[in-house]
């Protein structure tokens, strides 16, 4: 396969990334821009969202961003409906929004818990239920949902999170069998630590609840991984595009850890 080839692997395909103002999705985005692909993207920020597009416009793809909650079902049913219009049915869905958040167990506040679960996991229940008859009717689609380790393993103080994460690997691997046969392919990307604002925001919270400094709570997120580092954003966006290519239309239900070795099933 030559450079070029892979350059224009995406070429025709018309993308949704959710979450893709800044961090992995932003990332993401752009990456399927450079493969070829027009690239609808969607967060509550629209400042945020305007400068991705204009990034990806600058790629000579088309863009079109639409702000929405994805939390919220009729947002997200209105969102969809915009750029099927718009833009045309979708052929690669990646559901990247969500966002952290830590409390211990006993006295873990309700709020905290239904939190987690909208933008985690009822968020990619909702984005994917009004994409996915799209892809079914054309026989052709990619469901790529950014997961997390924590959809593998359990860790102190992250209940709501975890339990959020864990449910969309179950999602992702129920779908991939339900549309098995119709050419749609549904996959999970486990990331370890990877460093974007989120994990700032993580840092600055271990920080804050530890006295450590922001270089000492960093350095025990980057020890998590054999490989002493946090993952970027842009090895994240490298698998997705890689997913969302004919050449990965075998590989289906999967949940691929990008960690630097800490999990390893
Ligand atoms: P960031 O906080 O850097 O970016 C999150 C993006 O999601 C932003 O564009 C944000 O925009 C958007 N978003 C958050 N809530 C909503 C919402 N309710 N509706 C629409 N958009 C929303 O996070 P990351 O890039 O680090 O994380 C992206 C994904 O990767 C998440 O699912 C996360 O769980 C997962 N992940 C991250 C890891 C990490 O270490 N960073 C590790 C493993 C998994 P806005 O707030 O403007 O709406």
């Known amino acids: 396969m030559t450079p070029q080839h892979i350059d224009n692997a995406l070429t025709g395909r018309r993308a949704l990334v959710t979450g893709a103002g800044r961090g992995i999705g932003r990332s ?35 863009s079109l961003a639409v702000p929405c909650d994805v939390t919220d079902v009729t947002q997200v049913t209105t969102m969809v409906e915009r750029i099927t219009d718009e833009f045309g049915l979708i052929d690669i869905l990646v559901n990247n929004a969500g966002s952290g958040g830590s409390h211990k167990f006993i006295n873990h506040p309700d709020d905290l818990w239904h939190q987690m679960m909208d933008v985690n996991l009822n968020s990619v229940y909702y984005v994917t239920k009004a994409v996915v008859p799209g892809m079914a009717e054309q026989r052709w689609g990619r469901v790529i949902n950014i997961a997390s380790v924590a959809s593998k393993v359990g860790a102190k103080y992250v209940a709501a999170y975890t339990a959020a994460k864990h449910g969309v690997l179950g999602l992702t691997r129920a779908l991939a069998v339900e549309f098995a046969t119709q050419g749609v392919t549904v996959n999970a990307i486990c990331p370890g630590y990877v460093d974007t604002p989120m994990t700032d925001d993580t840092i600055a919270r271990i920080s804050a609840l530890t006295g450590m400094s922001e270089d000492e709570a960093r350095a025990t997120l980057e020890k998590t991984s054999p490989q002493r580092r946090l993952i970027e954003a842009d090895e994240i966006a490298a698998m997705t595009v890689f997913l969302a290519q004919d050449a990965a239309r075998g590989i289906t239900g999967q949940g691929i850890n990008i960690d630097g070795g800490a999990v390893m099933f």
């Open 28 to 62: 993401i985005a752009l990456a399927l821009a450079a493969a070829g692909a027009d690239v609808a993207i969607t967060s509550r920020s629209p400042n945020e969202i305007e400068q991705v597009a204009v990034a990806i416009r600058e790629r000579g793809r088309s």
